[in-house]
Nanobody
Framework: QVHLTESGGGSVQSGGSLSLSCSASKSDHFSFCMGWFRQIPGNKREGVASIDDYGATDYAESVKGRFIISQDNATNTMYLQMNSLKPEDSATYYC?????????????????????????WGQGTQVTVSS
């Protein structure tokens, strides 16, 4: 497993932007699938975006065109740039890393967004978007 630390959460008005960062304690997990998830109390944790070691990305339909996931292998840091934020984006955001393998996909090549595939998790950072 790898130790992950998120930063960059906060409060913003609808239409604003925030950037989240996830620092990893070691670099080898950047060879596997990494992702951002979010959760609001009482709901399941849902996948937001994923990135693999080739830099291929996938997004939940609700954030496509607004969020951008990226990673910097030189600094062991993953990012989530969130633009055009909406109140429904308010949640605790978690970064996560698989301990092995590429991002799991369906036969159609769509990321499964399965939380069970990820063995390492950050502590979460709160994002609040006001209307």
């Amino acid at each position: 497993q790898v130790h992950l630390t998120e930063s960059g959460g906060g409060s913003v008005q609808s239409g604003g932007s925030l950037s989240l960062s996830c620092s990893a304690s070691k670099s080898d997990h950047f060879s596997f699938c990494m992702g951002w998830f979010r959760q609001i109390p009482g709901n399941k944790r849902e996948g937001v975006a994923s990135i693999d070691d080739y830099g291929a990305t996938d997004y939940a339909e609700s954030v496509k065109g607004r969020f951008i996931i990226s990673q910097d292998n030189a600094t062991n840091t993953m990012y989530l740039q969130m633009n055009s934020l909406k109140p429904e984006d308010s949640a605790t955001y978690y970064c996560a890393a698989q301990d092995d393998g590429p991002c799991e996909t369906t036969m159609q090549g769509v990321w499964t967004r399965d939380v069970r595939a990820f063995g390492s998790w950050g502590q979460g950072t709160q994002v609040t978007v006001s209307s």
